[in-house]
């Protein structure tokens, strides 16, 4: 029997503890909700803040990670820059990494990128069409071919990041702009996920079409068991080879 896969939700947390639009709707945390559904998908769960010790990454918790659920806003400055190495590290070596929302502006994304990962945006509490444009790709399985957020805030195009190796989601707002709102990347041995919704002081992380997204898309990106370790550095001959001349 495969063992389940380990994922840790981190959360700034800062929100939810300042801002009473976000504590109504989040009283213990994005966090926490996500973390909740998660379980009840049966994935080993715990969580990690920014204001722990560590900001709750520590080596214990990443080296037992699989996937890492990332969502971070107002506080991307003060995070430390040894674990945003170490957490470099660990993608480079297989653990996934869901980035949702704002979390495009942290800088361990934007490490991974190597862009300014800019974006349009706007907070108007308008209506967000999420279509599916990859009906066959495994972090939309069970998702209709579209569904709508009442109010979101809006991300818009450019989105200054490479080009993704795919795209699975597309946006519109109701203001007329559009964002690739899922899409996907290889970083080494690890596998990333980048989704747009998740404003914090709307209830988006209870949609059931964004939980099975993530909940799918952590599957996804989880290191698969087995999978040969790339092989550097110099190299025998597989085949004898003509002796050189003197």
Not at 28 to 57: C, M, N, R, S
Not at 104 to 113: A, D, G, R
Request: negative net charge.
């Amino acid at each position: 029997m495969s063992q389940p896969i380990r994922v840790t939700v981190f959360n700034e947390f800062h929100h939810e503890n300042h801002y009473e639009p976000a504590r109504r709707i989040y009283p213990d945390g994005i966090h926490k909700v996500i973390a909740a559904y998660l379980k009840e998908q049966q994935y080993f769960v715990w969580t990690a803040t920014q204001d722990q010790p560590d900001h709750g990454l520590t080596d214990e918790v990443l080296d037992n990670t699989d996937v890492l659920v990332w969502w971070s806003h107002i506080l991307v400055d003060g995070f430390r820059d040894d674990i945003v190495e170490k957490i470099h590290r660990r993608v480079l070596d297989g653990m996934g990494f869901i980035v949702l929302h704002s979390g495009t502006q942290s800088k361990i994304f934007k490490k991974l990128m190597g862009t300014s990962c800019a974006i349009k945006w706007r907070e108007a509490d308008e209506k967000e069409r999420i279509w599916i444009v990859q009906p066959n790709h495994p972090i939309v399985d069970g998702v209709p071919e579209y569904f709508e957020l009442p109010e979101e805030e809006m991300y818009g195009e450019f989105f200054d990041v490479p080009p993704p190796e795919e795209v699975v989601m597309i946006s519109w707002f109701q203001g007329g702009e559009v964002f690739r709102s899922g899409i996907t990347y290889t970083r080494g041995k690890g596998k990333v996920f980048v989704f747009r919704p998740g404003h914090e002081s709307l209830p988006t992380y209870y949609n059931p079409h964004v939980l099975r997204v993530i909940s799918n898309s952590v599957r996804w990106a989880a290191p698969v068991a087995g999978t040969p370790a790339p092989v550097f550095g110099n190299a025998q001959p597989l085949e004898a080879l003509p002796q050189k001349k003197s």
